[in-house]
């Protein structure tokens, strides 16, 4: 049988959907990965990023300090965690994840708030609004949508990358991949890579629906039954 009839007989076996070695278990072990790990990062960059933004000032340092974690692989601090007295599982595994999440959600906050259009910034503060009430009302609004695609480009680098938490004993769907190697079983390894490319797929495509969701621009001109790229004719 050809590695993609595997899959298919992989996929099809009921079996193979329960129970603690199960697809729907190993998801879910992922999907909590991928939460607590984006949760915690967006808990710490995204204060950060916007005070920053906010004020102007430290900006470029914390963009420069975070980007550190694109530049060592995600695998490398896995490994060094798992030497030290932090251990092995889930815990070294949702430490590099937030240090991996970190860049994309300070990045986005900071830039966000900071390319607001300056003369929006001026009219606030013309109508006598104060630092709070200009970032409430005007900065975070107009900033959200890059501040959302921070979110989803975090979110979505997350759960692919969460496949390694299965290198150091933690679970998630790389299990189904690093037992399928090990047992020389492709449509098991075929159906962690398939499982872990959809939900990346489908991650991708609600957080985008957020995304547009949120942006003020687009519902002034949905309101307004103005489309981007509509002719209109006299």
Same mark, same amino acid.
Do not use: C
């Given at each position: 049988?050809?590695?993609?009839?595997?899959?298919?007989?992989?996929?099809?076996?009921?079996?193979?959907?329960?129970?603690?070695?199960?697809?729907?278990?190993?998801?879910?072990?992922?999907?909590?990965?991928?939460?607590?790990?984006? *949760?915690?990062?967006?808990? /710490? @960059?995204?204060?950060?990023?916007? %005070? +920053?933004?906010?004020? $102007?000032?430290? #900006?470029? =340092?914390?963009?420069?300090?975070?980007?550190?974690?694109?530049?060592?692989?995600?695998?490398?601090?896995?490994?060094?965690?798992?030497?030290?007295?932090?251990?092995?599982?889930?815990?070294?595994?949702?430490?590099?994840?937030?240090?991996f999440a970190l860049p994309p959600l300070v990045t986005n906050s900071y830039i966000g708030v900071r390319e607001v259009?300056?003369?929006?910034?001026?009219?606030?503060?013309?109508?006598?609004?104060?630092?709070?009430?200009?970032?409430?009302?005007?900065?975070?609004?107009?900033?959200?949508?890059?501040?959302?695609?921070?979110?989803?480009? *975090?979110?979505?680098?997350? /759960? @692919?990358?969460?496949?390694?938490? %299965? +290198?150091?004993?933690? $679970?998630?769907? #790389?299990? =189904?991949?690093?037992?399928?190697?090990?047992?020389?079983?492709?449509?098991?390894?075929?159906?962690?890579?398939?499982?872990?490319?959809?939900?990346?797929?489908?991650?991708?495509?609600?957080?985008?629906?957020?995304?547009?969701?949120?942006?003020?621009?687009?519902?002034?001109?949905?309101?307004?039954?103005?489309?981007?790229?509509?002719?209109?004719?006299?």
């Amino acid at each position: 049988m050809s590695a993609w009839g595997q899959l298919v007989d992989y996929l099809t076996t009921t079996a193979n959907w329960t129970g603690q070695a199960g697809i729907l278990h190993r998801l879910e072990q992922h999907a909590a990965l991928t939460g607590v790990s984006v *949760a915690i990062a967006a808990a /710490v @960059a995204l204060p950060l990023g916007l %005070a +920053l933004g906010h004020h $102007g000032r430290g #900006g470029n =340092l914390a963009i420069n300090i975070t980007n550190v974690g694109r530049a060592i692989p995600t695998f490398a601090v896995l490994t060094l965690l798992t030497l030290s007295p932090v251990g092995i599982g889930n815990t070294s595994t949702v430490i590099a994840l937030i240090l991996f999440a970190l860049p994309p959600l300070v990045t986005n906050s900071y830039i966000g708030v900071r390319e607001v259009d300056p003369e929006a910034r001026d009219a606030a503060r013309g109508m006598g609004m104060s630092g709070w009430q200009l970032f409430r009302r005007v900065e975070l609004p107009l900033g959200m949508p890059l501040i959302m695609a921070g979110i989803r480009i *975090a979110t979505v680098q997350v /759960v @692919a990358t969460a496949t390694i938490a %299965a +290198l150091v004993g933690a $679970g998630g769907l #790389g299990r =189904l991949i690093t037992d399928g190697l090990s047992s020389h079983n492709q449509g098991e390894l075929l159906s962690g890579a398939v499982v872990v490319a959809l939900l990346a797929v489908v991650v991708e495509s609600g957080l985008a629906l957020v995304q547009r969701r949120v942006d003020p621009v687009r519902r002034l001109r949905a309101g307004a039954g103005f489309e981007p790229g509509a002719v209109t004719t006299s």
